[in-house]
Structures are given as C-alpha cells and as structure tokens.
C-alpha cells in the first residue's frame, strides 16, 4: 500500500508561483501513474493533471494547461506540480494520488487507489 505526502502548500499573491511535491516513502512511483486534483470549497474535487511515471508522460486539463506542468524528482520517489501565473480560481487543497492499475492517466478520483492527505493553497493579495 503505497503512501503519500503532499507538501509546498501555502499563501501566494495573483500571479505568483508555487511548486508542490509528492513524495512516498514506500519505494520509488515508477510503476505508477500519479494525479493531481484539487477541490475547492463547496465543489466536487476535479483532475489536475497527470503524469506517467516510468516514460515521463503527462496530461493537463484544459483549464490550467500552459500554467501548470508535472514532472518527477531524479529519484522517482516524487512528483511535482509547477503551478504558474496563480489566480483564485486555483485555491483548493490539492491532493496527490497513485493510480497502478490503468493504462493511461485517468481523469476520475476514484480511480485511484492511494490518497495523500492533502496540501491547501489560498491565492488570494
């Protein structure tokens, strides 16, 4: 059972910067896919992105593509989330989560297995 932390979480003005990171402990997530999704106050929790982590794959949701971009450590035991040009829109707690038995990224919370517990973001002056 593979266990995971979200960090990098915080305050940030519009249009600033944040990277958050997901890490296990349980070994590296090669032979994972991982996704980032964020839920917002009142709203139902929706996809991020995704990478693939054994060829580097990625996908982004159209809705934060081009200020977004995933990507692993060296070691393979982490994940990042680049999150560019902030606005409140992308306030949320954010959420890292490890996906073994699909082919390709999928897009639905509950198909992934493993959960962190979660890092919040406020983009707020």
């Known amino acids: 059972q593979l266990q995971l932390v979200e960090s990098g979480g915080g305050l940030v003005q519009p249009g600033g910067s944040l990277t958050l990171s997901c890490t296990t402990s349980s070994g590296t997530l090669t032979y994972y896919h991982i996704g980032w999704f964020r839920q917002a106050p009142g709203k139902e929790r929706e996809l991020v992105g995704c990478?693939?982590?054994?060829?580097?794959?990625?996908y982004i949701e159209d809705s934060v593509e081009g200020r977004f971009s995933i990507s692993t450590g060296d070691a393979k035991n982490t994940v990042h989330l680049q999150m560019n040009d902030l606005n409140s829109q992308d306030s949320g707690i954010y959420y890292c989560?490890?996906?073994?038995?699909?082919?390709?990224?999928?897009?639905?919370?509950?198909?992934?297995?493993?959960w962190g517990r979660g890092t919040p973001v406020t983009v707020s002056s």
């Open positions: 989560a490890a996906d073994w038995r699909g082919t390709t990224c999928r897009g639905r919370a509950r198909d992934y297995e493993s």
């Open positions: 990478i693939t982590v054994r060829d580097g794959g990625t």
